[in-house]
């Protein structure tokens, strides 16, 4: 089966730039979206498509998708930005997350 | 706009058979290049994608738990019902159903999702 792979956390101090890797036998071939997923929430949607940004979401949120890997940026990470992140691709015959990187604005 | 509920029971027992309902509005089920997804997250772990019904109905189901999964379409009520059979204690999660774009592969609106207690 298709499987995703994401670093359990990452650091960063505020105004900082972050990024989230996501890996995967040539995810560069699919589509990558990511979610964010605040504690007691239901995960939302901030980046489609590798790098598109849905109608809300700040301009600060970005995407890349190439060979294996997707990757998350978050340029001048605010403390709201504090939560966790999920990439997802279409595996062989189902949708796949990866294991969910938590994001800690220190 | 578009919205999607989750209703069911919360608390089920060992081996019965959990039968959960996504009731959405804000867009038609036959509509084409939409389709519903449910999606699981056990407490404090990351998600896990269940099914997919498209607007063809036609449906996808996770590999690993094909074999307990069952989604069927009403579209005259606007609502996908998702059936899991044989529970157990480790099925205990938040179940979310959300709106997905089938083309492209992402999932734009979730519902609040249900907690649901796998117990004797």
């Known amino acids: 089966s298709y499987e995703l792979t994401q670093p359990p956390s990452v650091s960063v101090s505020p105004g900082q730039t972050s990024s989230i890797t996501c890996s995967g036998d040539n995810l560069g071939d699919k589509y990558a979206s990511w979610y964010q997923q605040k504690p007691g929430q239901s995960p939302v949607l901030v980046i489609y498509q590798d790098n598109k940004r849905p109608s809300g979401i700040p301009e600060r949120f970005s995407g890349s998708n190439s060979g294996n890997t997707a990757t998350l940026t978050i340029s001048g990470t605010q403390a709201m930005d504090e939560a966790d992140y999920y990439c997802?691709?279409?595996?062989?015959?189902?949708?796949?997350f990866g294991g969910g990187t938590k994001l800690t604005v220190l | 706009q578009i919205t999607l509920k989750e209703s069911g029971p919360t608390l089920v027992k060992p081996t019965q058979t959990l039968t959960l309902t996504c009731t959405v509005s804000g867009f038609s089920l036959s509509t084409n290049g939409v389709g519903v997804a449910w999606i699981r997250q056990p407490p404090g772990k990351a998600l896990e994608w269940l099914a997919l019904v498209h607007w063809d109905d036609d449906k996808r189901y996770s590999p690993s738990l094909k074999s307990r999964l069952t989604m069927t379409k009403d579209t005259s009520k606007n609502q996908v019902v998702l059936t899991m059979t044989n529970m157990d204690p480790a099925d205990t999660a938040t179940y979310y159903c959300?709106?997905?774009?089938?083309?492209?592969?992402?999932?734009?609106?979730w519902g609040p999702g249900i907690l649901v207690t796998v117990s004797s």
């Open positions: 959300a709106h997905h774009v089938s083309n492209a592969y992402y999932l734009d609106y």
């Open positions: 997802q691709a279409w595996g062989i015959s189902a949708g796949v």
